[in-house]
């Protein structure tokens, strides 16, 4: 008997970077100026808010998009500090507890114990994380697109942690949204987030414990609110 080896499995299709098509019954998000950001535009969120849905407030000088739209100026700003990465093998980023190593052994792997080791799911893990550079990360983005691959990047890091965002800070219209703060009772608006995907990354639908304020600096931000 002639036993030939196994051919390579074909690689992933490419990723299709169509826009999404919603389905008919779906409604776009309502759009507001965002005017001079003094009291009809708190007035006009605060509509928003108090009814518990979204809203897109447009033209908003909260941050400068412009800056933050320019690959070279955030390389600038960030200059060689390492930010989280995540790699996906498709345009989905989801969700998973990476705090329970037991819990992710492979069938008869082991792992017994108590407190909730020893699992026997097989699981592997959706995306794997990585610390790089801005530089980095776009060189790596650039090689990823180039080649036509699945995979996917994006990057998610906590900006409290870059003193050399300092005056990067100290620009943004922090009385408008310490007022809206203030308003709502959300306290203090002390975490602030970067994040940053390649074209086509998409994350699962998720539930967020705080409200939150999104200034989007480049290329549709597709949002889907389940409210």
């Keep these: ?20 098509a919603w389905p008919a019954h779906y409604r776009p998000i309502a759009h507001e100026p965002f005017g001079d950001g003094g009291q009809a535009t708190l007035d006009t969120l605060a509509r928003y ?21 320019d690959n070279a100026k955030v390389e600038a700003l960030l200059g060689d500090k390492a930010v989280l990465v995540k790699r996906a093998r498709g345009r989905r980023f989801r969700y998973w507890a990476n705090d329970d190593p037991g819990a992710r052994t492979a069938p008869g792997g082991g792992g017994g114990g108590g407190g909730g080791g020893g699992g026997a799911f ?18 790596e983005a650039e090689r990823l697109a180039a080649g036509d691959s699945a995979e ?7 900006m409290s942690g ?16 310490l007022q809206n703060s203030n308003r709502h009772r959300w306290g203090l608006p002390d975490s602030n987030e970067l994040f940053i995907g390649m074209q086509g990354a998409e994350t699962d639908a998720h539930y967020d414990e ?6 989007q600096a480049t290329l549709p931000r597709h949002l889907l609110d389940t409210s």
């Design 210 to 215: 705080r409200h939150n304020l999104f200034f």
């Design 152 to 158: 996917r990047l994006y990057l998610q890091e906590t």
């Design 1 to 20: 008997e002639l036993l030939l080896p196994r051919p390579d499995p074909p690689p992933p299709p490419p990723m299709s970077l169509s826009p999404p």
């Design 162 to 177: 870059h003193p050399e965002l300092a005056e990067e800070f100290r620009s943004w219209n922090w009385p408008f949204l």
């Design 122 to 139: 097989g699981f592997e893990p959706p995306t794997e994380e990585a610390s790089l550079s801005f530089g980095e990360f776009l060189a």
């Design 49 to 69: 808010v108090e009814a518990d849905q979204p809203v897109v407030l447009t033209g908003a000088d909260i941050v400068d998009v412009e800056r933050w739209s």
